[in-house]
Structure formats: structure tokens, C-alpha cells
């Protein structure tokens, strides 16, 4: 029996029988006030702490502007909206208001077993405001067919084992950064155009060897959003830089890269930048204009892989091992390579 239909049985049987499942009914949040709640964040203060089950928020179509945090209690949590272009949560914090990138987040995950289906997170600050975070995840997470918008600093995958599925993440500097160990399979990655001429798409933020954080886009497509195409020639595009300096980690396999990536691949964080020997940056059998790597950077640390036993470390099933709890998301993965 797949996952999917026995999250789907799982899920009706609870709307039926709450009692049997050992937890509430659904939660569902609507703006008409034809749900339970109609804010996103009544529904999370009114979830039950450090559930054993599933907690299902349903999230009707429409704009939420609110800033959420999950805390670290209120585990299990799952958002399910109307669709990745219906359901939106939005907020325009940015660090020109004065606070740290962190507390920029529309929206903030804390606690463990979190799941996201169908909806958008956005931060409309804009690229003149710099760091701008949509959502932030310091937290055991998944999700499937969600869409993050912003521009520098969009997604912060800062902490623990996440997993992307169908994903659309867009942004312009920075915009996948953070030291979770993610993996980002089968996800739409556009850069849209930057402030000053230049795009990053990575900063991933490893501190040490024994860190087990890395970002791994896996079978993703990278290519430009509609506000980039007709700047392509005049942007330089990158698919990352080593945040924090030391052992950053970041694997591009088997992903399909338009003609927008600089042809180096990648870049220093700064000119003075010294360790790159204790990076690591890795492609894998990429196809596309801008997957070629003959002018890729000469760093120590960057590799051209070639064999599926260099990469097999950064599968979904070995990296974060996927096989025992996404599962239970009801999200689709790939285990292995393709």
C-alpha cells in the first residue's frame, strides 16, 4: 500500500473518529470564517503539544499575512493549503528594520515533524531590503509542492534532516543558506534578478568536519524566473558561496542547469577567502548550457564527480536517511539515484 494512501486513511479516519486516533479533528483555517480559526496562528496556539499523531492544519485558499512561529512543543505539526499558488502566507520583515536575519522569517519552525503540502511562503520585502527571509526551518521538516519567494536569503535550512519534493524556490542572493542536512529533489530553482548584478543560489554554513549539514539539490531544475531572462547576459550566476568559510558542503546531481550559471560555477565569499581546501562543492552527471564543467573554479575543495559510489553519501536514503521517516510524511522520494 503506498504512503500516500495510507496518509489518506489515516487522516479520514481521525476527521471521523478523533477519539480513536488519539487526537483532535483537522484544524482548518479559512478568511471567510468558515473553518475553525481564521488566522493560521489561532490554529497553532489551539494544536495539542508534543502530539505523537499528525496535527492537520487545513489552510484554505487565500493571503495570510502573519508572521508564524512553531515552537519546539507543538511537534507534528502538518500544513496542508489549496495549492502552492492558492494558499500563501506573507510577510515584508527584512534586516532594514533593524533585526537579525533570523527574525526576518514569515514564518519559523522550531518544532520536529513539521510537514508543509500545496501553499506559498513569501517575503515581500524586495531586493532593495536585502536580507529577507520567507521561512526558516530549525527543525526535522518536510515539504512537497511548496513555493518560497523572496530575494536575498529566501529559504534558511539552518538545523537538522529536511527534505524538498516539487518544490519552487526563488530568489536572487543567498537564497538557499543554513546548515541543515537538505535535500532538494525534483524542485524548480529560479534566480530572479539581483540588486547589484549578481546571484548565489547557495551559502551553505558547515563549521565543521564533523557537521553533518549540507545542501543537495538532487534532479532539481535551475534556471531563470521571468524577471531575470532579458538580464541573463549582464548577471552573473552562481550555484554557491561558502557561508561561514570553513567546510561548506554543497552536491548539484543529476539536475538539469540552464544557460544562466557563470561558467566558474562558483564563488569565494570574499577575495580573501583562503580555505578552500576544506570545502566541499561537487557535480554529478548535470546536463543542460550550464552544466558544463571544463572553466569550473580550481579550488581544492570542488570536485567533478564520476562514479554513482562518490555520490551515493548524499542520496536521499544515505544523507539524511529518508527511508525512515519520510515515509510517514506522505511524500513521494526518490531513494537513490536515478
Known sequence: MSPWLLLFIFLTVCWNDAELCGADRHIVVAKDGSGNFTTIGEAIAAAPIQSKDIISIMIREGVYDEYIVIGKEKINI?????????????????????????????????????????????????????????????????????????????????????????????????????????????????????????????????????????????????????????????????????????????????SYIEDLIDPRGWIEWNKNLTNLDKLFYAEYQNQGPGANTTNRVKWPGYKVLKIPSEVSQFTVKNFIKGNEWIPWTGIPFISGLL
Open 78 to 254: 502538518m500544513f496542508i493549503g489549496d495549492g502552492m499558488y492558492k494558499t500563501i502566507v506573507s510577510g515584508n520583515r527584512s534586516v532594514h528594520d533593524g533585526i537579525g536575519t533570523d527574525k526576518t522569517a514569515t514564518v519559523d519552525i522550531l518544532g520536529d515533524g513539521f510537514i508543509a503540502k500545496e501553499m506559498t511562503f513569501q517575503n515581500t520585502a524586495g531586493r532593495e531590503k536585502e536580507q529577507a527571509v520567507a521561512l526558516k526551518s530549525d527543525a526535522q521538516s518536510a515539504f512537497y509542492k511548496c513555493r518560497f519567494l523572496g530575494f536575498q536569503d529566501t529559504l534558511y535550512a539552518k538545523s537538522k534532516r529536511q527534505f524538498y519534493r516539487d518544490c519552487e524556490i526563488h530568489g536572487t542572493v543567498d537564497f538557499i543558506f543554513g546548515d541543515a542536512s537538505a535535500v532538494f529533489q525534483k524542485c524548480l530553482i529560479f534566480a530572479r534578478k539581483p540588486l547589484n548584478g549578481q546571484n548565489i543560489i547557495t551559502a551553505q554554513g558547515r563549521e565543521s568536519p564533523e557537521s553533518k549539514g549540507g545542501i543537495i539539490l538532487h534532479n532539481c531544475t535551475i534556471k531563470a524566473a521571468a524577471d531575470l531572462i532579458p538580464y541573463k547576459s549582464s548577471t552573473k550566476t552562481y550555484l554557491g558561496r561558502p557561508w561561514k568559510t570553513l567546510y561548506s558542503r554543497v552536491v548539484v546531481m543529476e
